[in-house]
């Protein structure tokens, strides 16, 4: 089912009956959800991303704008009539009831043609916890279930209607980090077998970037950027965009592009052709460096930190923002640890260029290598 939103936007009322103020909550949302792929909604806490999907599944009116099913106007259409499952960041089972009387429950509320018998009932219920692998856990009531075993039950739950629509709440967020690796697997997995289309929030860009087929980046209830996940890493829009995205996060120095040259601290850096002149914050990915000793770019050493396969460089420059500059580098290059300062080069597709005053991306060319 294709999901398009057009013109959206959420304004709330502020607090107290006298007040005047209003929050933005979403701005002018438009995007186009293709059919049967997974869509996370990234971005930090107050950016609208959790509003944008109450409105999805209508348990949140639009101030403005269309959300589409299909061909389908669902804007003012209730919530139990638009085909759509919401699993919720708590879970919201029901303690009193078993693992099927939970994922049974949606389907004693249909009416009409839609009603099901109840050996239907316990058929669908068995083939979805059959699909989040839970069907040897029916008898069993909540408390007995670990935390991503009642997460499995919330999703099946969600799934047992066959909605149009799948709709993900933080739903990870209260798991240890072992289980939110092993869950967010098995969510991307259940999409593909399902192919309902799916959109998924979360403020962990680790997970966004791992389990979806496009992301949305959201700030202050504005799109800042979507595509691919990969692609958003790469090519970057704005600062915001850099920084939100990647872990290590980007190290952001100040610096200045003149005469189609990169400079920080005053100390040509890189060349960068077509680059308009100008004070520019220079983004430089953890990747983004290699080891020379007569390198173009000067930083105090401080540390080597083992990460296995590769190590992290740790040194610090007095024109960086971060606390630290981290460079993830292969392990197999030799780090003179009683040095005071350690030299790199820079590879230019991991170099990001933002404008001083705007933060917006600022383009350059270069050779790659062959």
Known sequence: ?????????????GRGKKSK?????????????????????????????STTL??????????????????????????????????????????HMTVKQNI??????????????????????????????????????????????QQR?????????????????????????????QTREEIRRIQRETKITTVFVTHDQEEAMSISDIIVVMKQGTVQ?????????????????????GTPAINVFHGEAKEQKLYIGGKKVLDVKNARDGKVYVGIRPEGFILNENGALE?????????????SVVSKHPECENDVVRSIIS??????????????????????LFDKSTEERVKFEYNSPR
């Open 1 to 13: 089912m294709k999901v398009t939103l057009k013109n959206l936007t959420k304004i709330f009322s």
């Open 21 to 49: 103020d209003q929050v933005v909550a979403v701005n002018d949302f438009n995007f186009e959800i293709p059919d049967g792929k997974l869509v996370g909604l990234l971005g930090p806490s107050g950016c609208g991303k």
């Open 54 to 95: 109450y409105m999805i599944c209508g348990l949140e009116k639009p101030t403005s704008g269309q959300i589409f099913f299909g061909e389908d106007d669902v804007t003012a259409m209730p919530a139990e009539d638009r085909g759509v499952g919401l699993v919720f960041q708590n879970y919201a089972l029901y303690p």
């Open 104 to 149: 049974m429950f949606p389907l004693g509320n249909l009416k009409g043609e839609a009603k099901l018998s109840k050996e239907e009932m316990e058929s669908r219920a068995l083939k979805a916890a059959g699909l989040v692998q839970i069907d040897g856990l029916m008898e069993r009531k909540p408390s007995e279930l670990s935390g991503g075993q």
């Open 153 to 181: 039950v919330a999703i099946a739950r969600a799934l047992v209607k066959m909605p149009r629509v799948l709709l993900l709440d933080e739903p990870l967020s209260n798991l240890d980090a072992r289980l939110r690796l």
């Open 225 to 245: 950027q979507i595509d691919k996940p990969q692609t958003v890493y790469d090519d970057p829009i704005n600062l915001f965009v850099a920084k939100f995205l």
């Open 299 to 311: 930083c105090n050493f401080t540390e080597v930190s083992v990460m296995g396969r590769d190590i």
């Open 331 to 352: 392990s197999e290059n030799k780090v003179d640890t009683e040095a005071d300062t350690v030299r790199f080069d820079l590879k230019p597709a991991k170099v990001f």
